[in-house]
């Protein structure tokens, strides 16, 4: 972990720490299976053990690491059944926060689609593929958090998360951004028209269409290092 690490405050120094090394974890400067040391993140980080330890089982209820008993805490490795199996619940669960949402959305939420989509076209064309993915995880954090059903939108937040480290993880840079950008202004014109039925079956079929172009990609590569059930 190149990045170093300074605390804000006031925000919780546990927050601070598990924001660092999720960050950490999703852009790979931790890498799979390797072991999260207390005492030596302590010397980095120039603090107690305790928020250290609180962050680590947080992470751990995100999925991002293992705790194993008396031996450590280790950056969770990620095998191919993982995605075929996160993939499809999460595009289950996003159609009905979709559907969900249609009755909800306000003119800011429209408005706040609009401007992420306007971001993810403009870091498309500079092929920004990190800062694409920010914008493309706001647009849909928008319409998930006005589907307003808490424990809809925390579980789809535990699935994008592993889904977001998943790209990451294996360097999947292969998005179709001339699609991506079609499909996410349909969907936002679904919205407009607040007709449910739709919307929730074009984001259903975005995510499964996502789940094939990433295993195309995996099967296309060596799977060095991927770990096979």
Known sequence: MEKEFSPQYPISLVEQITEFLTSAILEGRLENGQRLVENELQRKFGISRAPIR???????????????????????????KDIEENFPIRACLEGLAARLATSNVEPKDIEGMELALSRMTEEARNNNFKSYFKYHNEYHEIFINASRNDTLIEIIENLRRQAVWFRFSYLWH???????????????????????ERVEALVREHVFIALGRFLQFLASKNEKGLENC
């Open 54 to 80: 609180e962050s680590f089982r947080i992470l751990e209820k995100n999925g991002l690491v293992v705790i194993i008993p008396r031996e450590g805490t280790y950056v969770r490795k990620i095998t191919q």
């Open 174 to 196: 292969q998005e179709n951004f001339e699609y991506a950008i079609g499909v996410h202004r349909e969907i936002l014109d679904l919205f407009i028209k607040k007709d449910a």
